[in-house]
Nanobody, 121 residues
Framework: QVQLVESGGGLVQPGGSLRLFCTASGEIYSIFDMAWYRQAPGAERELVALISSIGRLNIGDSVKGRVTISRDDAKKAVDLQMNDLKPEDTAVYYC???????????????WGQGTQVTVSS
């Protein structure tokens, strides 16, 4: 089994910063894409940022210029640095990894349990 555990969410004032962390554990042979998604109440889940195994980035339009995603394959971890946070960034943030569990298996998407980010004064 594979588990993703997120941390780093919380309450922050507009204009502030937060750093989210996600670490994977379990039977893991390799990890392809690592990403952060978010879902606000009543809205669909949307991509915040993605980093591929070769470092290719895909950043959501609503957060471009304000977020940095980084990965550490040795630690099976992905971080998300968010700056200049706005009330509209309030959402549950989910970590996502595309994992191959063994050398012969296919890649499977795994999700964390989510961490709440609230931007409010």
């Amino acid at each position: 089994q594979v588990q993703l555990v997120e941390s780093g969410g919380g309450l922050v004032q507009p204009g502030g910063s937060l750093r989210l962390f996600c670490t994977a554990s379990g039977e893991i042979y390799s990890i392809f894409d690592m990403a952060w998604y978010r879902q606000a109440p009543g809205a669909e889940r949307e991509l915040v940022a993605l980093i591929s195994s070769i470092g290719r980035l895909n950043i959501g339009d609503s957060v471009k210029g304000r977020v940095t995603i980084s990965r550490d394959d040795a630690k099976k971890a992905v971080d998300l640095q968010m700056n200049d946070l706005k009330p509209e960034d309030t959402a549950v943030y989910y970590c996502n990894m595309e994992v191959r569990r063994t050398i012969t298996s296919f890649e499977v998407d795994y999700w964390g349990q989510g961490t709440q980010v609230t931007v409010s004064s």
